[in-house]
């Protein structure tokens, strides 16, 4: 869901059609060219033409408002029917036994409280909060979260100069300028997201507290400091 | 044929047309369009470009640019960067060109001289003939 709305992040990106825009749509459909054979294919698949055009924006639109609402739906169907299927992990300073935590036992605890309507109740109250802020935003200062810059239309004959992508995706950035190989830089990068999607395949270890699982603990640490640090040090 | 297997046929006749119909298009606007029939060479009249000057120009469907210098002349570079394809910029003063996008540098020749790109800017034959010059 994560990668999903990255996702989201990047095509809605290319929308406005501005030199930031343009420019960072370039590079990102650039990356796969540095995997032979099938590189140049996805491309241009990507790109829809051999550089960033209409046909581009199209594309982009489509999995903007189309492919990527359907995936994060199903994701997120998958999300609910998981925690219904294996349960919910338990917070770090939680019980030593992972099933008093995984799921609402009506018979045995008539004391709890049900999902509906008290827990939806609350969802609805926070999503109407934040649609009132965020209209207020769109309605009054649209250009709140929206850098200058931003207003250049797409030149294809010109790229700015310090051209930097937002905070989010400025470690990845930074990694593709620090790491020589590109094909290593993208490679790596790739692997670390594999690592962290394919974790609960390769740690089972039965304990959910993570503080009980060292090696999950030293894992997500090292690589937030690092990914903070990376991010910090791009952005200068 | 039993009427069972009449039904059986005709929904998945039915359900292969219905899926047709939705990926022909959506693998029609998938497939990348053609571009455009592309220019493979420039004729420029010389004079268009005095020495420490630098004049943009498509070749083949390239952002290119063209560089004369004092020392070694005309020079015609795609300006689209080995690494990410960002348009790189040239330097005068410097006489180098710099990628803005991860501060790749390349020399007069278009070598790389620091930063990420793996191999040199894509370089394009210049001929004199005469008062003009012909590009690509
Ligand atoms: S695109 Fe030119 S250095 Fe990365």
Redesign the interface.
């Known amino acids: 869901m994560l990668l999903t709305t990255l996702g989201f992040c990047l095509s809605g990106y290319l929308l406005p059609w501005s030199q930031l825009s343009f ?1 960072a749509t ?2 990102v ?3 796969p060219t540095a995997f032979p054979v099938i590189g140049d294919i996805i491309c ?2 990507l ?5 960033v055009s209409g ?1 581009t924006l ?2 982009f639109f ?1 999995l903007h408002v189309a492919f990527l609402p359907l995936l994060l739906v199903s994701l997120f169907a998958l999300h609910v029917f998981l925690v219904r299927r294996v349960g919910i992990s338990a917070p770090p300073s939680g019980s030593e036994e992972p099933n008093d935590w995984r799921e609402f036992r009506h018979e045995s605890h008539p004391d709890g409280l049900p999902f509906y309507p008290y827990f939806v109740s609350k969802e609805v109250l926070m999503t109407v909060v934040y649609l009132i802020i965020m209209f207020a935003i769109i309605s009054f200062v649209p250009a709140l979260f929206i850098p200058a810059d931003a207003n250049t239309p797409a030149d ?8 930097r992508p937002e905070w989010y995706f400025l470690a990845p ?1 930074e990694m ?2 620090l ?4 094909f290593l ?1 993208i490679a790596l990068q790739l692997v670390l997201v594999m690592v962290f999607i394919l974790w609960p395949f390769i740690d089972t270890s039965k304990n959910y507290n993570i503080l009980k699982r060292p090696l999950l603990l030293t894992l997500f640490f090292v690589t937030i400091v690092v990914w903070v640090g990376i991010t910090i040090w791009g952005s200068f | 044929m039993q009427r069972r297997g009449f039904l059986k046929l005709f929904t998945s006749i039915l359900g292969l047309g219905a899926l047709g119909a939705f990926a022909y298009p959506l693998f029609r ?2 497939l ?2 053609e ?1 455009a029939a592309k220019v493979k060479s420039i004729t420029l009249p010389k004079s268009e470009i005095p020495v420490n000057t630098t004049k ?1 120009l498509m070749i083949g ?1 390239t ?1 290119s640019i063209l560089v004369n210098t004092k020392e070694k002349g005309f020079l015609a570079f795609s300006k689209v960067c080995t ?7 040239y330097d005068q003063e410097r006489q180098i060109f710099i ?5 790749g540098i390349f020399d007069l020749e278009g070598n790389v001289v620091s ?2 790109p ?1 191999k040199p800017l894509q370089k394009f034959a210049v001929k004199v003939e005469g008062d003009n010059l012909v590009i690509g």
């Open positions: 420019w370039t590079v459909t650039t990356i241009n698949i790109r829809g033409s051999e550089n046909a199209n594309r489509a294809p004959f010109n790229t700015p100069e310090h051209i950035y593709l300028k790491i020589p190989n590109r830089g | 606007f998938l990348p369009v571009s943009d469907g952002p690494h990410l394809g960002c348009l790189v910029k990628c803005p996008c991860h501060a930063g990420p793996p």
